[in-house]
């Protein structure tokens, strides 16, 4: 998988949209400041692929003192030379779009299809734990959690 474009909107510090595109299929540095989104934009495409749509429990995604925006992430990527677009909207505005060659899935059916492309499964409620994230929960590990990594290990074996 190679992701090309990230694009996030109401996500944490990010209350206007913010887009990363044209992404190298090579190694990306995301670079800046103390305080810049670094760690927030990987967040983001953590929480895309890792979390449901429809989950209650990601009420921080939405940016401080503002709970009446719907936090949103959009990623584009390649597989197998096919081109992936993936749209969520959490909290309030809960969808999930997922379109892959001409087929366009939405909500529950697209989250099966990528959990399938990726080969791991999702909470059944709540957020997703390492027992659910195999592979990916290794790729994108959130700050912090480092500590963890042998429980993510685990399971991604």
């Given at each position: 998988?190679?992701l090309q474009s990230l694009r996030v909107e109401?996500?944490?510090?990010?209350?206007?949209?913010?887009?990363?595109?044209?992404?190298?299929?090579?190694?990306?540095?995301?670079?800046?400041?103390?305080?810049?989104?670094?760690?927030?934009?990987?967040?983001a495409i953590r929480t895309v692929f890792l979390?449901?749509?429809?989950?209650?429990?990601?009420?921080?995604?939405?940016?401080?003192?503002?709970?009446?925006?719907?936090?949103?992430?959009?990623?584009?990527?390649?597989?197998?030379?096919?081109?992936?677009?993936?749209?969520?909207?959490?909290?309030?505005?809960?969808?999930?779009?997922?379109?892959?060659?001409?087929?366009?899935?939405?909500?529950?059916?697209?989250?099966?299809?990528?959990?399938?492309?990726?080969?791991?499964?999702?909470?059944?409620?709540?957020?997703?734990?390492?027992?659910?994230?195999?592979?990916?929960?290794?790729?994108?590990?959130?700050?912090?959690?480092?500590?963890?990594?042998?429980?993510?290990?685990?399971?991604?074996?």
């Open positions: 998988m190679i109401n996500f944490c510090k990010f209350r206007q949209p913010f887009e990363l595109s044209e992404l190298d299929s090579g190694l990306n540095l995301i670079t800046g400041p103390n305080e810049a989104g670094k760690s927030t934009l990987v967040r979390e449901r749509y429809s989950t209650s429990t990601l009420a921080g995604l939405q940016p401080y003192g503002n709970t009446a925006v719907a936090p949103s992430v959009a990623v584009t990527f390649s597989h197998e030379n096919q081109a992936w677009s993936l749209t969520k909207s959490f909290n309030k505005t809960q969808r999930c779009d997922l379109s892959v060659g001409g087929q366009q899935l939405s909500n529950s059916d697209a989250e099966n299809k990528l959990a399938e492309l990726l080969r791991y499964s999702y909470a059944k409620k709540g957020s997703s734990k390492p027992e659910h994230q195999g592979i990916p929960g290794l790729l994108w590990v959130e700050q912090g959690s480092g500590q963890e990594l042998s429980s993510a290990a685990q399971h991604a074996g």
